[in-house]
């Protein structure tokens, strides 16, 4: 007698953390401040809608981080030294903040 085995494939979805996009949503309506923690340091972003423009002609991540970090907030943040991985984590941090 043959066994019949029945695969099961469960497929994950994300869900989205809906608490940070509500915190994102109210500042970009109100131009409130973001902040961003990452590594013991408290970074300081504006709304998304007051990014500067320059933000949209980045090329990539890094560019657009430095961006709306500011450059003196880039600044303290590469004096930490951080790894690809590192900033993948930070970029992702940035952009659950402000809803992205």
């Given at each position: 007698m043959a066994d019949d085995k029945t695969v099961e494939t469960v497929e994950t979805v994300e869900v989205p953390d809906a608490d940070a996009e509500l915190v994102a949503a109210e500042a970009e309506a109100t131009a409130d401040v973001i902040e961003v923690e990452h590594n013991g340091k408290t970074y300081t972003?504006?709304?998304?809608?007051?990014?500067?423009?320059?933000?949209?002609?980045?090329?990539?991540?890094?560019?657009?981080?430095?961006?709306?970090?500011?450059?003196?907030?880039?600044?303290?943040?590469?004096?930490?030294?951080?790894?690809?991985?590192?900033?993948?984590?930070f970029n992702a941090k940035i952009n659950k903040a402000t809803g992205n």
């Open positions: 972003l504006p709304s998304p809608m007051d990014y500067p423009v320059d933000v949209v002609f980045a090329e990539n991540d890094f560019e657009a981080v430095r961006i709306v970090l500011g450059e003196e907030q880039w600044q303290e943040y590469r004096k930490t030294r951080p790894t690809i991985r590192d900033f993948q984590d």
